[in-house]
């Protein structure tokens, strides 16, 4: 083997392992502040451009419309002209149903999607990615506001808070986009996700049988035990006709999805179900005169476009802690679930999505939003995805929502006020049912019992005591188990492969033939103070193992040879642990070995003096030649022995 | 290269890579418990035994007195006996000291050298640890319960308190030890404790200065800009003989430990000045009348050992807060350094010491302490490196500090009442300058910035704001570092090392050579949720940089191998990024290859279907096999175009 090129200022006698001096600290620092923050590298063709051509792009870059729009056509227009009403008539059903979600008035959910799906057009980066207010959110946020104020006590105050917890969301969303810290986002996992979003489900359609049954009373709480027992205290005020109609409301909606699971091309059936339901329940309601027969509906809508609502927000300090707290939860999991959808649709198309520039857009989206009397708004899975089957090909369709909808507020509002209360609750259960995804969780039941556990701390957190404590639960353990990982990294035990060089994990190839006087351990993850007590302990174990199997063979234990190609770093507390290692060994007159330690790890290990320590010639850079060399050595204290 | 023996249920095509069926979840769920739980494998040495051997090996594992009392002999005994006379007459002031640094009677500070010790003898495992009370915990100790009670303004109910914490304590240690959840004080880094214990010894010493300059009134808070500004508050109080003979004390204790530097073997100088130091000091005081020249003196002391102290407890849930807040930091802090401690010596000398049987010892010591007027002790660093220089063999040391105590506390406590507070100032001044580890925080800065920063936080946060603030600061820093170890995993591009078969980091080596239409990316750490999202993102960069990068030499990506050999783990979310990454690449008509997944990546793998769609013949045992078999395609797929 010839020795490598040297680098600069490497003596030439280390042989093939590179001991150049470590980077300085301004280089690894950035290096790593880059890969923690910019990890997708956003500024890359920006090298060697001209000063006009870099501005260019940075407008481009920061505000998508400027590079979309100029190659904009009139054949696109058309596929994002019928994806965008078609996503409108979605907006009109779910706009209200969730409004009313939220003890909200149903025009607020109109107004949201109005103005936000706009600002998203000039700074969303997804194409696919359909705004609107969400299920989960509206009932996160219904919940933080109520510990605060009643909504039946001061209709006025509660949905000023809601404004409130808006903006604060919007002003986190912004924050946490352009200080790039998307990796917050990265903690909430698929996981916690599917369990968060099937509990939620589950309660937001437990509740939904308030209006099903056409109950008066009910009760403010949103965990399952509250909710079925306010159903058996107030069943009484059962009324058939409202849960008749829901019943058939429901049949039909969830027949239409049936429809669109069939033949995928029919997906329009299930898109504008709900229009069809809205409006043939308003036609009823009006014709049979519903309210008198206990079936409610919305009420009065009125007319134009979403009012400003600056002087409506309120940091009143005795009640601010509900918004903040609602807008921090709604802030991370709307931009989990945006994210996660907007994401998810474009690697379809294979498009690049950057999670920092949607939190950006999304941020704007809701601070403007809390502006003109809107509440929080992201990207929902459900409208996406009818946008995506609909045909969109770009942020357009969201301007062509808008426009539908305000239309609608200008001429149509008044016409909705007949919506029966009953269809709406109808219309999110359907919607909810889907995202319980049961299968899901048995994929992960038969996978990965540790992601089981996670989901599942969700969806019984958020189903029986409440949404906060679910998520928080979740993340804890999701953290836990983050933490454990790098608390317990696998360490194993490597043999040769027969007649080739490699060297694999006995356990796994159980033919890998151990070497004589020899102990090989692969060691992985990086090695610092929450694992390293255990690697020494690890190590030690390996070591007293193998002298007991080998004790047998009357063979004994003279090199341990430490493969570090795995651990990506290393820090104080790891190095000391490879020290303690090495004098534990010495006095059991055991060498060790250090094998292939990567950039970083040897530019510790240089800067802490271990390798000097240790000596250059205990480094290789591979087993193979680790392996010779100790032989070598072996077979020269043999030589000295007999001389 | 001849395949390797094929386990049971491989196909024989698969080649060399072992596809074998994942292990069951009980065998997997087993293997985790085990390496979290119990990693040092305690009872490796019991396969096999009949069952009286077993029985004994168990209770010699968990009551070691059983273990080295059967073979201690005379010889030992005469090491013992000097070494425990040593530490007893570094008791007494130590002692005495702590005990006014938590505000309680002095008598308890020698009770507290009394019992534990005792207990500690018959539950621990380490040979050198000598059993005391600790400065930062008693400072924190009486930090917490000053929030509650002012010990001025009920001295009882201040001190039952106290024992109530240190109930707490004990329980804690004890049930992290039962529960092995050693785990927890791993978190614990040494650069949290090296900052920790130096902005502790700051501000006692700052507080010592009470003592020294004679001072009267004093503030109870701890940080830095409130003790210096009673000092200037209070400058009027100074009186000189006072700060005079506490100097002269201090220039006595600082020359001891100077002889101790200079000539290790008379470490004993060292260890006896403190008691020298209280004997000079009650005779000087006793004869010049001292308490009429404004020195303090340390006033009565009961004769006759520890009282019982159950019915002390206070659990008045008016207080419980304090102690319960008091009880957890000193029960993790304690163990943290005692354990730290305990190791450090048993490696000296190569004896194994088990954290989680340590805190077993820790918490039955304190919990009886709690009961018979002691507070919480463990086992200090001073103390304990006296012990060992003093020769100590085994645990009978402890016993003979402990008789040594209760002769003091029969006979000799009387005559401690004239020592001068201004001498016991002298000895903590003395004991803390010690602690504050400025080269050690000096090579922190130099080899790991964040190492630094993590020991500064906890240096500033203790010194300037309060001593759990400043803990929690640091812990809260070390597991944000934790988690950015495992949120930005780093991965490299490997080329091949000129005639080897060697495959290794480009920007390391930059001697290898990259491979035509392939590009070979190592990864590291475990691949789940936390990096998932990241991974993604970097191995779309890489293939960007390399598609970027050799467009300009008319060549193409065609190949791209993931080295998984360093992924110790995955996940589900893991699993679905590496299919995601595969989509993502096959629309760029880049094929994925996976070498080498470890046993528990390709168990996760199969389970999860990847290795169905991916294909066997796409995964390979080494970067080199892969290689050949992607160039064997590439020239397959050249022949079909000839054709």
Same mark, same amino acid.
């Given at each position: ?30 290096? =790593? ?12 063709? &920006? /090298? *060697? ?63 949201? #999607? ?5 600002? @998203? ?64 986002? =990265? ?12 509990? /939620? ?17 009910? /009760? ?5 035990? #509250?909710?079925? #027992? $306010? ?5 009484? %005020? ?9 019943? !058939? ?33 308003? !036609? ?20 134009? +476009? ?22 921090? +939860?709604?802030?991370?999991? $709307?931009?989990?679930?945006?994210? $996660?959808? *907007? ?18 857009? &999304? ?9 003109? #009397? ?43 006020? @007949? ?50 404590? *679910? ?8 953290? +836990? ?21 490699? @060297? ?54 003279? @090199? ?9 770093? +290393? ?9 303690? !290692? ?29 390798? =000097?320590?240790?000596?250059? %010639? ?26």
């Amino acid at each position: 083997m010839i020795p490598m090129e040297p680098s600069k200022g490497e003596e030439a006698d280390a042989g093939k392992v590179n001991f150049a001096a470590p980077r300085p600290f301004a280089t690894a620092f950035k290096s =790593d502040l880059k890969e923690t923050l910019f990890p997708d590298d956003p500024f890359h063709d &920006f /090298t *060697g451009k001209t000063l006009p051509v870099k501005a260019k792009k940075a407008v481009q870059y920061f505000v998508p419309v400027f590079q979309w729009l100029p190659v904009y056509n009139r054949k696109l227009f058309m596929y994002d002209l019928l994806a965008g009403i078609t996503i409108a008539s979605l907006a009109i059903p779910q706009g209200i149903s969730y409004a009313k979600l939220a003890n909200i008035p149903p025009v607020i959910g109109l107004y949201s #999607s109005f103005v936000p799906p706009l600002i @998203y057009a000039i700074f969303g980066n997804s194409k696919h990615l359909a705004v609107g207010t969400v299920a989960s959110s509206s009932l996160i946020i219904a919940d933080a506001i109520e510990k605060k104020v009643h909504e039946a006590d001061n209709p006025q105050l509660y949905l000023n808070l809601i404004f409130t917890a808006t903006l604060i969301s919007g002003v986190i969303q912004l924050i946490l986009g352009v200080f790039r810290l998307g990796i917050l986002v =990265d903690f909430l996992s698929h996981s916690t996700i599917t369990g968060f979003m099937g509990g /939620t489900a589950t309660i937001i359609c437990l509740q939904q049988l308030k209006g099903i049954f056409g109950l008066k009373h009910f /009760t403010t709480h949103t965990d399952v035990v #509250s909710v079925t #027992s $306010a159903i058996f205290k107030y069943k009484h %005020e059962i009324r058939w006709e409202c849960t008749l109609v829901g019943i !058939i409301f429901l049949i039909f909606l969830q027949l239409a999805k049936k429809v669109k699971q069939r033949k995928p091309k029919l997906f329009w059936v299930s898109a504008i179900a709900p229009m069809v339901a809205v409006a043939v329940g308003c !036609i009823f309601a009006f014709v049979v005169n519903a309210e008198e027969h206990g079936i409610a509906i919305v009420g009065p809508l009125k007319k134009g +476009i979403n009012p400003p609502s600056l002087k409506n927000l309120d940091f009143d300090p005795k009640y601010i802690s509900a918004p903040i707290e609602a807008g921090v +939860i709604t802030a991370l999991i $709307a931009l989990a679930e945006g994210i $996660a959808i *907007g994401r998810s649709f474009a690697l379809m198309v294979n498009q690049q999505i950057d999670g920092n520039k949607e939190m950006i857009a &999304f941020g704007l989206m809701n601070i403007v939003g809390s502006l003109t #009397s809107c509440y929080l708004t992201t990207g929902p899975f459900s409208k996406t995805a009818v946008n995506y089957n609909a045909g969109c090909k770009s942020q357009m369709s969201n301007v062509v929502m808008a426009v539908c909808m305000m239309l609608t507020l200008f001429f149509l509002a008044p016409l909705f006020s @007949y919506t029966p209360l009953v269809a709406l609750s109808a219309i999110i259960m359907s919607a909810m049912l889907g995202l319980i995804e049961y299968d899901k969780a048995y994929h992960l039941f038969k996978t990965d019992k540790f992601d089981f556990v996670i989901c599942m701390a969700a969806f019984l957190g958020v189903a029986f005591i409440s949404m906060d404590v *679910g998520l928080m639960l979740s993340v804890g353990l999701a953290l +836990i188990r983050a933490l454990l990982y790098v608390a317990r990294p696998s360490s194993s035990k490597l043999g040769n492969i027969a007649d080739t060089g490699l @060297y694999r994990d006995v356990e796994q190839y159980p033919g890998a033939i151990s070497i004589p006087k020899t102990l090989v351990l692969q060691l992985g993850s990086p090695i610092y103070f929450a694992n390293s007590g255990y690697i020494r302990e690890r190590v030690l174990r390996w070591v007293r193992d193998e002298k007991a199997n080998k004790d047998s063979h009357g063979d004994d234990v003279e @090199y341990v040879l430490l493969d570090l190609g795995g651990v990506t770093s +290393i820090d104080i507390t790891g190095v000391e642990t490879l020290v303690e !290692i090495r004098r534990c060994l010495e006095v059991q007159e055991i060498k060790v070995v250090i094998v292939n330690p990567r950039l970083e790890v040897m530019e510790k290990l240089i800067v802490t003096n271990f390798i =000097d320590k240790i000596g250059k %010639e205990r480094v290789f850079l591979s087993i193979k030649d680790a392996i010779e060399g100790c032989k070598f050595s072996l077979a020269r204290e043999k030589g000295n022995e007999e001389h």
